[in-house]
């Protein structure tokens, strides 16, 4: 309420309104002058920019499917601040590639800022579909370029991808409807149908053969029905999408008919199971995809000559340990985030097999079963600080939902002219149910095995390695000099303790390689050779 006379009010409220109006006035220039002032500071640029890359290589993607993010750096060396008029691709909208310029998507950008001795970030991506962009193409060089300006000022970054052709195998065998599928088949052999969780469906008869003219890439998992054998020629590659696999249903069967390279980094001539990112950062990743599932009842599975790496299971063979479910040869299995080969009370029999950089154990024969190997190198370099497990472990046990422990019979277990080896102690594990009810057959003959028990920790006739009947002419903790056993190669040099150490009775002629065994044979999967530089 005003004190004063009426005058003296008005004459308040109009000062009042001046100061308001003073106040916003001076707002407006503000922001006019800031507005004008902007425009006047940012020069146009003059074709001086500096780049990280003049040529941004995007590894090798399949068709339709994502490339990794790359990016490209640009530089502003001068001392003015500057406006790029325009930074977009060479083939405008039509372009299969992707831009993210500062945080914003789109493939054409107008004015981009730049301030003096200052960067930014250009990322790229590309999808294409290689029967778009080259019809009846197995693998397509596709190009582009970012284009920074015009006119004499242009400045062009070239984009370069490789787009592969592949077989796709989805849940939904057209990839239109986006339905996913659920199998349902019998996994505990008890001839009753389990409903699961995992997603993917039956391979078709006309899926039954995978031959090497172009990769398969699976999403989801591809199972061989009951009665259908899966059969993979030479030279064929299989990649799996992540939680993806293969399935061998009961009474199905698979066949990977391999064989020996000649060169031996591409090796042109196996069949190579793998994750479908191509990209050299995924090379070597543990745990890109499933397994590839052997099921209780699967029988006659024969694989040669095949490459199976960064998986979460290399192989989960299960059941069957009467008969000879699984025969594997000349079988490398690298960087399985859990185990290289899982076998719950099944049959394996495997001869220059390697196996290596496993999350827990490169070898598991649980629940009991049958296993003979011979030649084979079981090792794992997997960071011991994160693995609990050895890179061999033999139990005949499993431990129900109710803590109690149900036994079968571990009726064979066999290691001949093996290296058992890794960067733990130990790295052989045999753990026999306790009531001693079931059998616990085992047997390491001319191996050289890691195990060093100097607290005696390990107690028990299983551990007596003076028992002729259970380790006969077994090496421990001699050096098996590999070559680079962390990037899994795991040939043996001149200085091997492996060499000449093996049993003739158990020579098998060749090694994994194809070079003739001397006698005696060496121990493991490579007969030793000098290492080149």
């Keep these: 309420m005003c ?42 640029s003059t074709g001086d920019l500096i780049f990280s890359k003049d040529t941004i290589y995007l590894d090798t993607v399949f068709t339709n499917i994502g490339s990794s993010t790359y990016n490209l750096k640009v530089y502003n060396r001068s001392d003015e601040d500057i406006s790029i008029p325009t930074v977009r691709l060479g083939q405008g909208q039509a372009s299969n ?6 945080g914003l998507p789109g493939k054409e950008f107008q004015n981009v800022e730049l301030l003096a001795n200052d960067s930014l970030f ?65 996994v505990d052999g008890d001839g009753t149908a389990d409903e699961t969780t995992l997603q993917g469906r039956f391979l078709e008869d006309s899926e039954l053969t995978f031959t090497n003219e172009k990769p398969y890439v699976i999403y989801g998992y591809a199972a061989v029905d009951e009665g259908d054998v899966l059969t993979i020629d030479a030279g064929a590659r299989v990649h799996f999408h992540a939680n993806s ?14 064989a020996l390279s000649a060169d031996q980094e591409l090796l042109e001539n196996e069949v190579i199971f793998q994750g479908d990112r191509l990209e050299p950062l995924f090379e070597d990743v543990p745990g890109q995809w499933g397994t590839i599932w052997l099921f209780n009842g699967s029988q006659d599975i024969d694989i040669n000559y095949a490459t199976i790496k960064n998986g979460t299971v290399g ?14 040869t000349n079988t490398q299995i690298y960087n399985s985030s859990n185990f290289g080969i899982l076998a719950r009370a099944s049959s394996v029999t495997a001869e220059n097999v390697v196996i290596n950089n496993s999350g827990q154990s490169s070898f598991a024969g649980t629940y009991g079963g049958r296993y003979n190997f011979t030649h084979c190198t079981i090792a794992n370099y997997w960071n011991s600080s994160f693995r609990q497990f050895p890179s061999l472990l033999l139990n005949n046990f499993i431990t129900d939902e109710n803590n109690t422990d149900q036994g079968n019979d571990l009726a064979e ?33 001319n191996c050289l095995i890691r195990f060093q028990d100097s ?24 050096d098996p ?34 070079e003739t065994r001397t006698l005696p044979p060496d121990l493991g999967a490579y007969q030793h050779m000098p290492f080149e530089d």
């Design 3 to 44: 004190n004063c006379n009426f005058y003296a009010c008005a004459i308040d409220l109009e000062n009042t309104m001046k100061r308001i109006l003073y106040f916003l006035f001076t707002i407006f220039i503000l922001v006019f002058w800031s507005s004008c002032r902007k425009d006047f500071d940012f020069s146009p």
């Design 97 to 102: 590639y992707r831009l993210n310029v500062d």
């Design 122 to 186: 250009i990322f790229v991506e590309t999808t294409a579909d290689i029967q778009t962009i080259a019809q009846n193409s197995l693998e397509f060089l596709y190009t582009d370029a970012i284009e920074f300006d015009s006119g004499n000022n242009l400045q062009k970054i070239e984009l370069v991808t490789l787009i592969k052709d592949a077989v796709f195998i989805y849940p939904d065998r057209d990839n239109t409807t986006g339905i996913i599928e659920t199998l349902t088949f019998d």
């Design 245 to 258: 696999g293969l399935l061998v249903t009961n009474n199905a069967s698979l066949k990977i008919n391999g």
């Design 315 to 328: 192989l989960l063979a299960e059941g069957n340990q009467n008969d000879n479910k699984l025969n594997i």
């Design 413 to 445: 277990a066999n290691f001949n002219n093996c290296i058992i080896f890794g960067n733990d102690n130990p790295e052989i594990i045999l753990d026999e149910i306790s009531n001693g009810s079931f059998a616990f057959n085992f047997k390491f003959t």
């Design 455 to 478: 607290n005696n920790n390990f107690p028990g006739e299983n551990y007596n390695f003076n028992n002729e009947t259970l380790y006969d002419m077994c090496l421990f903790n001699d």
């Design 481 to 514: 000099d590999f070559k680079l056993p962390f990037e899994n190669r795991l040939m043996i040099g001149d200085d091997s303790d492996a060499n000449a150490a093996g049993n003739d009775a158990f020579l098998i002629t060749t090694d994994i390689l194809g």
